[in-house]
């Protein structure tokens, strides 16, 4: 089984990812975390997009193919996978159809956790104050920028799945579990009818 958790930044992929992992034995592919750790590593691709990130702006296609397509062959992912943070343009969502269908797989669900923009802003600012270590890309008016990548290049990702009828909206607004439990009933309902 594989996924696309999609939300705006603070809309709790990573946190819904994590119940997949457990719940589903599914593997992460997050470009995010990616991302930040080649910047940790500091190395040549890491330097690259360090102030990209930082200015919450999205980093050149070319990179993430490079990144993706370099995890894609590990074997591991052969039993499930969810990608958390891509695709977030449409060149992104097309290319991996490409990549889906060269490798002679597919994507089964597409989940988009649905958060209120108000209640985005004050997530996020409650996780900068709580961090000891804050993300350079945390900050309000990073924030801010972030969102606004999102609704132009991000949301119009939606469309794509939703023509190919495996897009799920979930109400990212109840509690943690209640999102979780949301996600997994549609899965099992799935599942069921195969
Ligand atoms: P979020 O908290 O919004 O889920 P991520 O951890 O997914 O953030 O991504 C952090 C930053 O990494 C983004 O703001 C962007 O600069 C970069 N990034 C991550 N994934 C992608 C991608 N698929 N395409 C372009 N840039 C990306």
Do not use: C
């Not at 691709?45 to 993706?68: H, R, S, T, W, Y």
Request: charge should be neutral; hydrophobic fraction near 40%.
């Amino acid at each position: 089984m594989n996924i696309i958790l999609f939300g705006a930044p603070g809309a709790g992929k990573g946190t819904q990812a994590n119940f997949l992992i457990n719940e589903f034995g599914l593997i992460q592919i997050s470009t995010g975390d990616m991302l930040r750790d080649s910047v940790k590593r500091k190395t040549k691709l890491g330097k690259q997009v360090e102030n990209i990130m930082a200015n919450g702006e999205l980093v050149p296609d070319d990179i993430i193919f490079l990144l993706i397509n370099e995890r894609l062959k590990n074997k591991d992912i052969k039993n499930g996978f969810i990608f958390d943070g891509f695709p977030r343009n449409l060149k992104q969502a097309q290319k991996l159809d490409e990549i889906m269908n060269d490798m002679s797989m597919h994507l089964d669900f597409v989940f988009h956790i649905d958060v209120d923009e108000k209640i985005l802003t004050s997530r996020i600012e409650n996780r900068a104050k709580q961090e000891k270590v804050i993300r350079k890309d945390d900050t309000s008016a990073v924030l801010i920028e972030r969102l606004k990548v999102y609704n132009r290049d991000t949301k119009p990702v939606l469309d794509h799945y939703f023509n190919q009828n495996i897009l799920n909206v979930i109400d990212g607004m109840g509690t943690i579990d209640e999102v979780s439990s949301n996600i997994s009933r549609l899965i099992n309902k799935d599942l069921k009818v195969d």
